[in-house]
């Protein structure tokens, strides 16, 4: 009866790792036969969702805190001591410091990632389809 249950699991096990394999070679099949600016919103989209949500952990990271800049961090070694209002620097200590960055701020820098990384996507692909294309003139 045990030895059942494990050719059973095993089975399964099985089918679902076909399952899987088959999922990922049509997804390979699909991303080859994009164009390359939908390739560029694959990725552009999702980065453009996906940075507003990170920076209040990454300006922690790097040292603008509740607390003020932390010592010896990144944000420390850029502080200067007349740093202006309005200033980049500025402006990170006083989303550190509420942990919150005002919505059109948000906006702008998940957009500004987003064409950014559809960008590289974009360029990225071009090159890998010119290069694929110079490989088969010469192979024919």
Not at 90 to 119: D, E, K, R, Y
Request: hydrophobic share 45%; with cysteine; glycine share 10%.
């Amino acid at each position: 009866m045990a030895s059942e249950f494990f050719v059973q699991v095993h089975d399964t096990t099985k089918q679902v790792g076909n399952t899987i394999k088959a999922g990922i070679n049509s997804a390979a099949n699909k991303w080859n036969e994009s164009s390359t600016l939908t390739k560029a919103c694959i990725v552009g989209v999702p980065t453009a969702i996906v940075v507003p949500f990170s920076m209040i952990p990454a300006l922690g990271a790097v040292g603008f805190t509740s607390a003020g800049v932390a010592a010896g961090s990144i944000a420390a070694t850029l502080q200067t001591a007349s740093t202006a209002a309005g200033s980049l620097f500025a402006l990170c200590q006083s989303a550190g410091a509420i942990s919150a960055i005002a919505l059109p701020t948000s906006v702008g820098v998940g957009l500004a990632a987003g064409t950014t990384a559809g960008g590289i996507a974009a360029v990225v692909c071009r090159e890998k389809d010119s290069k694929n294309k110079n490989d088969e003139k010469n192979t024919n």
